[in-house]
């Protein structure tokens, strides 16, 4: 992560935003809404912003209900804007990933009888986020990808 | 969590009336289809149309829904939207629920 992450404000639209998002399901709802609503997301077509509500989505829930299983604090999130997509950057001080990396997002077997009801998550980012990397570092877990146009 | 729930061609119609079925809303939707899918009815066709988001939870909840109504009750879908589709695409649910492209699609389908 860049050590400069203050947002970029040349003109009405920023090409970069940041947004702290308190780290419970409530708060993510209403901080998707933000980030989808920001001037970064705008100019994505339909599809793109289908995909990147997505992808955060998975992301901050996860974030929520695993690395903040036993505590409770804050997600930072940086969207920044270049010609072909947006590069996300989120961070959050909660629990480290299991075994200091993002699981491998295996698809669960759908078997008929007891079909699956979750586990589909980092399936959902693996397939839909570029170029993912995840660092622990200083206590902080730093996850950062990219969403294509 | 709002359902709207009727008696169309023999099947039961579920209409989601809200434009997203995410983490934040997948325990009050499964709680909802308890209720409005207690009658008899063999079918339920859930109509997504107005569903613009649904993310893994939201999924995880429709499959909840398919088993709790049990082997002898089907669950299908019906209009979904770009989205929604891609979820059930990317996780291969789409080979494991009937979907219809539109609700009248899916009537006319039970003959």
């Known amino acids: ?149 | 969590m709002e359902l709207q729930a009727e008696e169309q061609g023999g099947a039961l119609v579920v209409h989601v009336l809200q434009d997203r079925i995410d983490a934040a809303s997948a325990i009050r939707f499964k709680d909802r289809m308890r209720d409005v899918t207690q009658g008899g009815l063999r079918r339920v066709v859930l109509d997504l149309s107005q569903v613009a988001f649904l993310d893994s939870s939201g999924l995880g909840a429709v499959v909840a829904v398919r088993k709790a109504l049990g082997p002898d009750r089907a669950l299908e879908l019906a209009g979904l939207t770009p989205t929604v589709q891609k979820v059930f695409r990317l996780t291969r649910m789409d080979t494991i629920f009937r979907i219809h492209d539109s609700l009248s699609d899916g009537l006319r389908d039970a003959g």
């Open chain 1, 1 to 149: 992560m860049p050590g400069d992450k203050r947002p970029i404000r040349d003109g009405p639209c920023p090409a970069a935003l940041q947004l702290t998002i308190p780290g419970h399901a409530e708060a993510v709802s209403a901080g998707l809404r933000a980030l989808l609503d920001a001037c970064v997301m705008r100019n994505l077509p339909d599809e793109g912003r289908g995909t990147a509500e997505l992808v955060l989505a998975e992301v901050l829930n996860n974030i929520v209900e695993h690395a903040y299983a036993r505590h409770s604090g804050e997600i930072e999130v940086t969207l920044s804007r270049d010609a072909t997509g947006i590069l996300c950057e989120i961070a959050d001080t909660g629990l480290p990933m299991p075994q200091d990396a993002p699981p491998a997002g295996t698809l669960p077997a759908l078997d008929g009888d007891d079909l699956p009801e979750g586990g589909f998550g980092w399936h959902l980012i693996r397939s839909l986020a570029r170029d993912l990397e995840y660092r622990r570092e200083g206590g902080r877990n730093l996850l950062r990808f990219r969403l294509e146009n």
